[in-house]
């Protein structure tokens, strides 16, 4: 505690900027409860024989936690501003200070999926890739056997022709492979001959292999799984299939996730181009950017500004679906339109205020609004693109996307730049009585 003490005293003498954002005493705090809640849940881990995590539900549970944190560090941080007490701040500490709320909101976010992604590290670790192909392919070749999926032909004493049906993972290369197949197969379908031996070896590594991915373990013999199989008698079902799948305790769920977390076939794809984390942390961005916003802004406009923006959705939907439904009107282009309109007005109204020697508190207001919504003009313009049917330049070139973001993040980070003055000239502009 002593340390922290003499950190937030020394960023109030030297840093007062960087002080009043209070990141020195919320990022540890945010910080710690990451590493408390992942390292936690990786200690509890995961037994394979159990229901997969729910993940779904621990993003719920975990959303309180974060909203009372994010709230606290807001109103904590808002007690203290050096521009509405009539200081200065450079554009360099502007952006720095931006930085510093992307930071607190970005820890904010790890504290929401660490526990999640804790649970998903779990179920990756639960086996080794080479164990886990290994009962794959067991489970799939001796499904058709053990829940009589296929009727045997007895070809000789102990020799049975039969189709194994591969449903799961469409292993054909494998089961070809291993069947000695060069035919060309357009299913899951294979003819195989198998002596009894052969089906019971069969059978004993199906159960080995099920009976390590859940607690209703296969308990019944070989021997009467062999006898149901070749009679075609109903028995015990222990189905490794499409059945029951979304269950959090089916056998092949839990070895599908398995897979996926092996091979990163998730959200938590660490690759930067992956598109999650490039709209995560463009949100991330922009609420930092609301933040940066409301350090510039009176609290009196800032929440006028701020209702308006989420009446924004509502508003645009009635006035539009009114003017083109008058105007019988294509409503995609439409849309598109009226939007960019709104643009073009709202900018007049704001640059207006910002060169009269009046002050006007719907210049202001707006100031934040166009601002705030500023970054999405390259959405609307691609929306738009994509409404006229210029599909070529979205679908068929990833690169148009990766433009558009970027673009996107640019206006955002400039608007910072562009902004300040303007905000500066309302702070001291005489208000009206």
């Known amino acids: ?17 960087i002080w009043i954002t209070r990141v020195h005493i919320f990022l540890p705090i945010g910080a710690g409860l990451v590493a408390l809640m992942y390292y936690g849940s990786r200690l509890i881990g995961w037994d394979r024989k159990t229901d997969l995590p729910d993940e779904g539900g621990m993003f719920l549970y975990l959303i309180i936690p974060v909203l009372v944190y994010l709230v606290y560090w807001f109103i904590f941080q808002s007690r203290y501003n050096v521009l509405k007490s009539g200081g200065k701040m450079s554009i360099g500490k502007e952006y720095l200070n931006f930085g510093l ?4 909101f970005f820890i904010a976010f790890l504290s929401f999926v660490s526990v999640p992604y804790s649970n998903l590290k779990n179920v990756e670790n639960a086996c080794s890739p080479e ?3 290994e009962d794959r392919l067991n489970l799939d070749y001796g499904n058709s056997i053990v829940n009589r999926m296929a009727v045997p032909d007895e070809i000789s004493p102990r020799l049975y022709e039969f189709d194994l049906i591969a449903l799961n993972y469409n292993l054909h290369d494998d089961i070809k492979k291993r069947e000695g197949k060069t035919d060309q197969y357009s299913s899951g379908t294979y003819r195989v001959k198998m002596s009894e031996e052969e089906i019971k070896e069969k059978i004993d590594k199906y159960v080995y292999a099920y009976n390590k991915y859940t607690e209703n373990e296969i308990v019944i013999s070989t021997e009467k799984i062999f006898t149901n199989f070749i009679n075609n008698q109903d028995g015990d079902d222990y189905y490794y299939d499409d059945y029951d799948y979304y269950s959090s305790s089916s056998v092949k769920r839990k070895v599908s996730r398995i897979h996926d977390a092996q091979n990163n076939n998730t ?11 490039k ?10 950017l609301t933040v940066w916003m409301f350090k510039q802004m009176k609290l009196r406009q800032f929440v006028f500004a701020f209702i308006s923006i989420c009446l924004t959705p509502l ?23 009226f939007i960019l309109l709104c643009y073009i007005v709202i900018s007049i109204i704001v640059f207006g205020g910002y060169f009269s020697n009046k002050y006007s508190p719907m210049s202001y207001v707006l100031t934040m609004y166009l601002q705030f919504f500023l970054p999405l003009l390259p959405v609307f313009i691609l929306i738009m693109m994509e409404i006229t049917e210029q599909r070529y330049w979205s679908r068929n070139n990833d690169d148009i996307f990766n433009l558009f973001y970027w673009v996107s993040v640019a206006i955002g980070l400039l608007s910072i730049a562009v902004f300040k003055p303007i905000y500066a000239r309302y702070r001291n502009l005489p208000a009206l009585k």
């Open 279 to 288: 709209i995560t942390c463009g949100i991330i961005a922009w609420l930092a």
């Open 101 to 104: 709320y992307f930071l607190v």
């Open 131 to 133: 164990e886990l192909s």
């Open 267 to 277: 959200w938590v794809d660490r690759d930067f181009d992956n598109w999650f984390w």
């Open 315 to 337: 508003l645009f939907g009635i006035i539009a679906g009114i003017v083109f439904g008058i105007f019988n009107a294509d409503e995609g282009v439409g849309y598109i339109l």
């Open 1 to 17: 505690m002593n340390i922290l003490k003499k950190i937030d005293q020394y960023l109030l003498h030297r840093f007062p900027s």
